[in-house]
């Protein structure tokens, strides 16, 4: 190549080495903006961590853990259920509960039996059978028993009332035996004994149950002024209070009515005591109780 200056052409400065001349290139033209592609939200995102390789003897491990977890779950399970169906059951099988619907799950020749057996259940041991000739219709207790007595069994409540008439096998006396079934759970029913224990409520005279007068029947005329013994028995392993009232079958009128523990005394002289009315009183109603707590008991029973 020919470095020789053009004439008339300036000589390069001193200590500048010569550059030879390039024709400008074209400069690239702008190209127009365009948006990256939009971020994946960072609450969207997780950071992915290494995966180590299983081993085989730790994934046997860990599925029998899994399948011994799963038994003790569901048989925790089943035994929660299994128990709560056994309270359940045991529950609505209580003596309590049971004897409460008793006055309309019995038949009433089963509270009230058509004959009663009272061996060695007279004075001196004599034996008695009685005879039932009337039943009340089932009810309230105001109606059937006096005001004081009402308001002395108040505490448990009154669920129903049955009673019933019988006569001893001379007719001579009759007696009506009653069953209050009460609203009161074990602990009313124990206090209600307790008080009637402790403060001699079955010997007050104002506190006697009412009878029942059938008539047509050797108890038609035995009214209020006829009643000449009774008893009152408050349960505690139900919830029922067992009473009987006894007179005699001609409609005499007793002026000194006596409780039946005091008249089946061997030295009781009351007219009550000489006929044999305190027996007959709680000869009855020992026998009612007895068969109502043998009914309870066959229903709480649970079959083998």
């Excluded at 029922?240 to 002026?255: C, E, H, L, P």
Aim: glycine fraction near 10%; include cysteine.
């Amino acid at each position: 190549m020919d470095l020789t200056p053009r004439p008339g052409a300036a000589p390069p400065p001193a200590g500048r080495a010569h550059v030879p001349y390039r024709q400008p290139q074209p400069q690239p033209q702008p190209q127009p903006y365009r948006a990256p592609h939009p971020e994946t939200p960072a609450e969207t995102t997780t950071r992915l961590r290494p995966i180590r390789t299983r081993h085989p003897a730790r994934t046997a491990t860990a599925a029998v853990c899994v399948v011994l977890g799963l038994g003790l779950i569901g048989g925790a399970a089943t035994g929660a259920w299994l128990t709560s169906d056994s309270s359940a059951d045991a529950a609505a099988h209580s003596a309590y509960t049971v004897g409460r619907s008793a006055w309309h799950s019995v038949p009433v020749d089963t509270l009230f039996p058509r004959t009663l057996k009272g061996d060695g259940a007279g004075p001196g041991g004599a034996d008695r059978i009685w005879t039932r000739i009337a039943v009340a219709p089932d009810g309230g207790c105001r109606a059937a028993l006096d005001p004081l007595l009402a308001r002395t069994l108040g505490p448990v409540g009154c669920e129903r009332l049955l009673r019933a008439t019988y006569t001893d096998a001379t007719t001579s006396s009759v007696t009506t035996v009653g069953v209050i079934f009460t609203e009161g759970d074990a602990a009313a029913m124990k206090a209600l004994s307790t008080r009637f224990t402790g403060q001699h409520l079955g010997r007050r005279t104002d506190l006697m149950p009412r009878t029942h007068p059938v008539k047509g029947t050797a108890a038609a005329g035995f009214g209020d002024r006829q009643r000449a013994s009774w008893t009152v028995h408050v349960l505690t392993e139900v919830p029922v209070v067992v009473f009987a009232v006894s007179g005699f079958a001609d409609g005499r009128t007793v002026t000194d009515p006596q409780p039946a523990d005091r008249a089946m005394a061997a030295n009781a002289t009351t007219a009550a005591a000489q006929a044999g009315l305190g027996h007959e009183a709680k000869g009855i109603a020992d026998r009612i109780e007895r068969g109502l707590r043998r009914t309870v008991t066959d229903l709480t029973e649970k079959p083998e």
